[in-house]
């Protein structure tokens, strides 16, 4: 079977639905768009968490909310009050269920479940050309939401790897009214370790453990301290697994996204691995649908899609300083988180987190950090004579 579209839009994951339903928003005026998806179904494969307030996009679909988060070492525990901007977190299978929703209702959006993409794109006669198991399909404009490549060792400053259960314990032991953001190992010169508990009632929660390395981890790596951690938690009762998750998430990408071709030919790349990543934390939820609201209304106004805007370049320069010091001296990691979170007014440190932030909340958090590891991060970054990387 042929199809023709205006717009093709590669993988139907977080980017590719999150176009689509800013697309579905323009009715009878959105262009004729197939979004072509491997799985033959969607199955609730991951959480997405955000900070937000009312006017987030998903506020409402979000299926928990916490106004308190906690960061924690053997030592400390830092509570932190989010109240005016809750921890949010969505379960994947009510954003799939939203999207789907939304494209029924207009038959321009078309979305193919089971239909991989076979070929690669080729450009010939003013189009784009190419391959999937539902026949050959040409288009006008190409949005590639595809993993750009696998995760690797050296394909980003740090990789963020994580394994986690979603369980049902038998007795209370959860506090609903709190999120774990970080409770850290002790320090390893090795890499930065830490639990995240995301509590969903008193006998459920998603427990992940979580580990910054310069290697990506496969969920098996992290198994054994996965299970420790929530033997810790429970206490002895007994728990059953509803799911898992598992992810390796790029902390700096150290390419540049080249892209199979440019803007001119109308083919973008985007997502996880083209840079929707926030790199200090791995983050791309917000980032993605702030990215889409854009590619759409680009598109509406009869422009060609676009890529994700690349961050202020201070900003930039801040993550890239913090990711090579704990690349360099992971054992710093749990303390100089710590001392973020106790020093800086909260609200600064979330709106810096979530790509909110204004030059004075930038201030706050390089003067709550403490400046001698830095210093020395720049000093021997300079004397090695590798300034600061490509892109950064
Ligand atoms: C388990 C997990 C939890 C996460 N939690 C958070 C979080 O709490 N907060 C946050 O901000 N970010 C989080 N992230 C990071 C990020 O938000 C997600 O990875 C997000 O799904 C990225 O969106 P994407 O569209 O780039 O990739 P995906 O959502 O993975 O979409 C890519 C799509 O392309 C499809 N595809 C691939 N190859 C082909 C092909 N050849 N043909 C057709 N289709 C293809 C895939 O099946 C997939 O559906 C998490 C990531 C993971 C993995």
């Known amino acids: 079977m042929q199809h023709d579209v205006e717009l093709l839009i590669l993988g139907g994951g977080c980017a590719g639905l999150s176009l689509a339903m800013r697309l579905a928003q323009l009715g009878h005026r959105a262009p004729a768009t197939l979004i072509l998806e491997q799985r033959p179904r969607y199955q609730n494969d991951r959480t997405w968490c955000f900070w937000g307030g009312e006017a987030t996009p998903f506020a409402q679909t979000a299926q928990h909310q916490w106004p308190a988060v906690k960061v924690r070492n053997a030592r400390q525990t830092l509570c932190i009050d989010c109240a005016r901007t809750p921890y949010r977190m969505l379960a994947a299978e009510r954003f799939y269920a939203v999207a789907q929703t939304a494209l029924r209702d207009v038959p321009q959006l078309r979305l193919l479940m089971d239909t991989p993409v076979l070929s690669e794109p080729q450009f010939h006669g003013g189009r784009w ?34 394994y986690g259960y979603e369980i049902d314990c038998s ?67 007994d728990f059953t697994v509803l799911r898992t998750e598992s992810g390796m998430l790029p902390m700096g990408l150290d390419h540049q996204n080249s892209g199979l071709a440019g803007l001119e030919l ?8 083209a840079g929707a990543a926030r790199p200090a934390t791995g983050y791309a939820f917000q980032r993605i649908q702030r990215w889409a609201a854009h590619c759409a209304q680009a598109i509406a106004g009869g422009r060609l ?44 440190v979330i709106r810096f987190l979530s790509d909110c932030g204004s030059l004075v909340d930038y201030a706050s958090i390089v003067l709550a950090l403490p400046a001698k590891p830095f210093l020395q991060q720049l000093f021997s970054a300079a004397s090695s004579g590798q300034g600061m990387p490509a892109g950064s």
């Open 129 to 162: 050309h190419l391959q999937t198991l539902a026949g050959q399909v040409t288009a006008a404009m190409v949005v590639d939401t595809r993993p750009v490549r696998m995760p690797a060792p050296g394909g980003a400053l740090l990789w963020q790897s994580f």
């Open 171 to 237: 007795q209370a032991v959860f506090d609903p009214e709190c999120a774990d953001l970080m409770d850290f190992l002790p320090a390893n010169p090795e890499r930065v370790a830490f639990i995240y508990v995301l509590p969903i009632s008193k006998t459920r929660a998603l427990v992940e453990f979580t580990v910054f390395g310069v290697a990506p981890l496969a969920a098996d790596d992290l198994a054994a301290e996965l299970n420790a951690a929530i033997a810790q938690r429970v206490n002895g009762a």
């Open 266 to 273: 109308a083919y973008v790349q985007v997502g996880v691995s």
């Open 305 to 348: 899609p676009i890529g994700h805007t690349p961050d202020p370049a201070l900003l930039r320069q801040m993550d890239r300083i913090f990711l090579n010091l704990i690349r360099r001296q992971p054992e710093l990691a749990p303390q100089l988180f710590m001392t973020l979170f106790a020093r800086a007014d909260s609200q600064k």
